[in-house]
């Protein structure tokens, strides 16, 4: 795995995946939680974690049209980790609404540079081994379940006034991991043409309906991603517990991180999208209405392989086989831009039924999301061997 001249640079890919995804086991379940302890109410909080969201729909297609322009992927990388790691270091100052709101617009600018990048970075060192993806990338996953199980028990026992502390940590690791990272050319395939360039490609059959769906996937996670530690909490569990449900999913999802090439052999990007979709729209509706009975949310949690582990892996292939080698950086961008619109969506809307519908009905109205996107992929994306 590590031997050989031209030998894919496993652990150094793996070690960037880790410490990226440990901020995202910071974030995704922590974040809404202190902006509680701050005294913000559930409205604020959801505004405040859609600017991040709304800034991925802008800035991964800024960045990654300067990266098939210049073709410096790993420099934007550099460039955006260090931006990231100054620009949230200004939460120090103040705790202010308006003040956070400029911090999470900042280093979201610059966060969100650093993925769509990267991934390029990881295919083009993969080369004729696309399938292999899903076995450094399970590095990301095993990152979040060590944050979200350690960050659990610090705030268990100690004041979330650690919390900005732990991600500065954790940015700093994304830094230090980016230079150790080498570079990497994408190869030419021969089988997809660039001529006509990133907007031809995008008009192929069923590509648009894809983004669409990448969209609905992350506007149905909003209330999770936002409001589930909350959620949890309401109902009695504690936070190391939570943290450990937290992980629980990520375990779930590493498993079939390791299978996920032999699923992509056998089965089609469409029919792994397909199955995401539909158990997706299980998953929100047993969190929604059964969360109280711990043996429902385990297996819930159990279902975050699909909802994120197959979806991502068959989506970050379907993007990989659909666009040239000079539009791979534009297409990663229109994804992570996609999800971020979705999740901007996911997280107002969720941060404005939460206090006026409840879980039930805004879980609900994340399962309708999923099984959208699940009719969309039925009907529009053609079979396709992965």
Known sequence: M???????????????????FSLLGATAPFLGLYFAHLGFSSARIGELLAIPMLM?????????????????????VRFGAFCTLVTFSLIFVSHSYAWLALIMALHAFFWHAVLPQFEVITLAHLKDQAARYSQVRLWGSIGFILTVIGLGVLFE???LDLYPWALVFIMAGIVLSSFWVPNAIPQARPDISD?????????????LAFYLCVGLMQLSHGPYYSFQTIYLESLGYSRSLIGQLWALGVVAEVLLFLVMARILTRYSVRVVLLASFLIAALR??????????????????????????????????????????????????LYAALAGTGGALGALYSGYSWSTLGPVWTYGIASLAALAAAIIIATRLQEERA
Do not use: E, M
């Open 157 to 159: 026992a100690f004041s």
């Open 2 to 20: 590590t031997g050989g001249a031209n030998a894919l640079p496993y652990w150094r890919l793996s070690s960037f995946y880790l410490f990226y």
């Open 56 to 76: 991925r729909c802008v800035a991964p297609n800024l960045w990654g049209w300067l990266g098939d322009r210049s073709g410096r992927r790993l420099d934007i």
């Open 284 to 333: 929100w509706l047993l969190l929604g209405n059964f969360a109280d009975q711990l043996p429902v949310l385990l297996f819930a949690q159990l279902l975050h392989a699909a909802t994120f582990g197959s979806f991502h892996a068959a989506a970050i292939h379907f993007v990989q086989r659909r666009f040239g080698p000079r539009q791979q950086g534009q297409s990663q961008a």
């Open 195 to 207: 001529q006509g360039g990133f907007l031809a490609q995008l008009r192929q059959p069923g590509v």
